[in-house]
């Protein structure tokens, strides 16, 4: 039992975050038999897979006879031009099926064919429709179903806790955390055999976002002071669809759905632009009318996706050219118009959530207007290097999976396929977990003195008078890797970016936080900013490293891929394990992919 003067609980397993990777993980480490907790520092239900609307990517065939998990295989590779760990693509392939039916077992109600197998819809990037979906509500259904599970099995959930860092044992091993209860503010310490990070993304970070408040980078800067390394952090997913007007719901995300389902993406001159971006496509020069133009299309590519559903890099590249060339919408984006492609019975039953959330908080009527769009900063295919069947690190006793987890996704995601990487990876991460407790070598102590170290630096605010308030600071943040490390880049900025990260890191140092520890937003935010400190730095230093462009990764002054830099991640360590230490970045080679699997990329068109 380990000694500790503040409020200590033991499991065999730990799981920070509850989101999607964290439940499925927690049901496969409790069917094992093991004692396991959830730290989530949000509540129950509220983690941010639900906002995962469109789908879950998993080839089934129920649509498409001709889909199989070569084909999602292939795809997957391709979307993430090849920078993709290819062993977690592969094994994601094969496995999304069986996690897509296990879920419909414990009770999700997916939408259904018409002889009664689950329907699967068209989503960008995927040569054939196959995201089971619930509607537009595909990722709460997900949370409902695996919490439910989670819930029966008597697992313990520790909710609105806050995780500051990962202790260890003398021998370098993980033993557990340090966090601090956020409505009381005091401090908690858990021991476990094994930890799970599964807190999700970090795009708090940035100016325009379409994640919520718990996306500040937690689990990526606490893998990397424990030790653990970050790879391809430079790659960064602006989804081509979120809301830039109203300000209401400014980065609120529009599902990809709405493109699956017939929305086209129109410029201010009212021009159907996508067809610009594909010129490998034919298409209908002197077409009279959109609905000529559109048959024309079909009729001469079949069996291809409509150029609205080129994967998300492209699209958000190509609103990003449309703006630039001054034939955006008046606050900065373009319009996604589905009003006048289907009819308003056919949105609200498809299209349900969107329909209801744009009129209600924004006034905005999808089944009669255009939704004026743009990109916003989405996912992180970066993340924490993970072996791709057990999701270990390389710091013992570390596991890693969905969003904080790196090497599925390479330089781009497949719209679906993260819901499904939840699944197939939270198990996996489950079983690695049970796998090395049931090896015997596990930590033996707790180093009180690391949970120390990290209290007296989350008090440090409460101490400095005169000091910077959390939300200058974090807008500062924000708006600067808008500006100098968004969906455009170019060498000079970033190296500006990671000069003016140095004057970060004294700012956060220097921060003033008035009150006590209760209920405190302001010091919530002060303990979460080391973390998107940290996140931003490695960002930086992957893309000034990263001499070209590359799925969510885009030089302005490299503008084309370099074969050089296919085969290789760039990976970020930390020494100290202090949230101030000196980052190093290395070239990682690339797994080399197997001769069968190699022969599947040069198949299909």
């Not at 296990?102 to 990037?125: H, S, V, Y």
């Not at 860092?165 to 033993?175: E, M």
């Not at 969003?403 to 198990?427: K, P, W, Y």
């Not at 008035?514 to 302001?522: E, K």
Request: with cysteine.
């Amino acid at each position: 039992m380990t000694t500790s003067p503040y409020e200590h609980h033991e499991y065999d397993v730990l799981i920070i975050g509850a989101g999607g990777a964290g439940l499925r993980a927690a049901i496969e480490a409790k069917q094992r038999g093991l004692s396991v907790a959830l730290v989530t520092k949000s509540l129950l239900g509220k983690a941010h897979t639900v906002m995962a609307e469109g789908g879950m990517a998993a080839a089934m065939g129920n649509v498409w006879s001709e889909d199989n998990w070569k084909v999602h295989f292939r795809d997957t590779m391709r979307g993430g031009k090849m920078l993709n760990n290819y062993r977690m693509a592969e094994l994601h392939a094969k496995e999304a099926p069986d996690r897509v039916y296990e879920l419909e077992q414990w009770g999700a109600l997916f939408d259904r064919t018409k002889d009664g197998k689950i329907l699967q819809r068209d989503f960008g990037g995927h040569r054939y429709a196959r995201l089971a979906h619930v509607g537009d509500r595909t990722g709460l259904e997900l949370i409902r179903t695996l919490q439910q599970k989670v819930v029966s099995m008597g697992t313990d959930v520790y909710m609105e806790c806050k995780v500051l860092r990962l202790v260890h044992d003398a021998d370098g091993r993980v033993a557990g955390c340090v966090a601090y209860w956020r409505p009381t503010g005091e401090f908690v310490t858990f021991a476990a055999k094994a930890i799970i990070l599964a807190t999700g993304g970090v795009g708090k970070t940035w100016k325009f976002t379409s994640n919520s408040w718990e996306s500040t980078g937690d689990g990526h800067a606490l893998a990397l002071w424990a030790g653990a390394q970050l790879i391809d952090m430079e790659c960064i997913q602006f989804h081509p669809t979120g809301m830039v007007w109203p300000l209401s719901v400014r980065g609120l995300l529009v599902t990809e759905g709405v493109r699956g389902d017939g929305g086209v993406l129109r410029n201010s001159e009212g021009e159907r632009f996508m067809f610009r971006y594909v010129p490998d496509m034919f298409r209908a020069e002197t077409a009279e009318s959109e609905e000529e133009g559109d048959r024309w299309y079909e009729d001469h590519n079949a069996g291809r996706r409509p150029p609205e559903l080129l994967p998300r890099d492209e699209v958000a590249r190509a609103i990003n050219t449309e703006v630039k060339a001054g034939r955006g919408s008046p606050h900065g984006g373009v319009y996604l118009d589905i009003a006048t492609r289907r009819s308003a019975e056919y949105i609200q039953r498809r299209l349900p959530s969107m329909y209801h959330q744009f009129m209600e908080l924004a006034g905005v009527d999808i089944t009669r207007e255009a939704m004026e769009i743009g990109p916003t900063c989405h996912y992180i295919m970066g993340g924490v290097k993970v072996d791709a069947d057990t999701a270990a690190t390389s710091v013992p006793g570390l596991f890693a999976a969905g969003e904080v987890a790196g090497g599925m996704h390479g330089a781009n995601r497949l719209g679906g396929n993260s819901l499904s990487d939840l699944v197939v990876f939270g198990r996996r991460a489950g079983m690695g977990a049970a796998e090395y407790i049931e090896g015997g070598q596990v930590a033996t102590d707790f180093n009180l003195a690391e949970a120390e170290a990290a209290i007296a630096e989350a008090l440090a605010p409460f101490e400095n008078t005169g000091g910077e308030s959390p939300y200058d600071v974090h807008r500062d943040l924000q708006e600067m890797m808008q500006t100098n490390v968004g969906i455009i880049r170019t060498g000079s900025e970033i190296a500006d970016a990671i000069t003016q990260l140095e004057t970060f890191t004294q700012r956060v140092k220097n921060l003033s936080v008035p009150g006590g520890r209760a209920y405190n937003p302001g010091w919530n935010l002060a303990t979460d900013l080391p973390s998107m400190i940290t996140v931003a730095k490695c960002t930086a230093r992957g893309a000034i490293e990263r001499k070209e462009s590359r799925g969510g990764h885009t030089r302005d002054d490299y503008p084309k891929a370099d074969p050089e830099y296919g085969t290789i991640n760039f990976a970020h360590s930390m020494s100290g394990g202090r949230w101030d230490g000196e980052i190093t970045t290395e070239r990682s080679p690339l797994l080399v992919m197997p001769p069968e699997l190699a022969t599947l990329m040069e198949e299909g068109n």
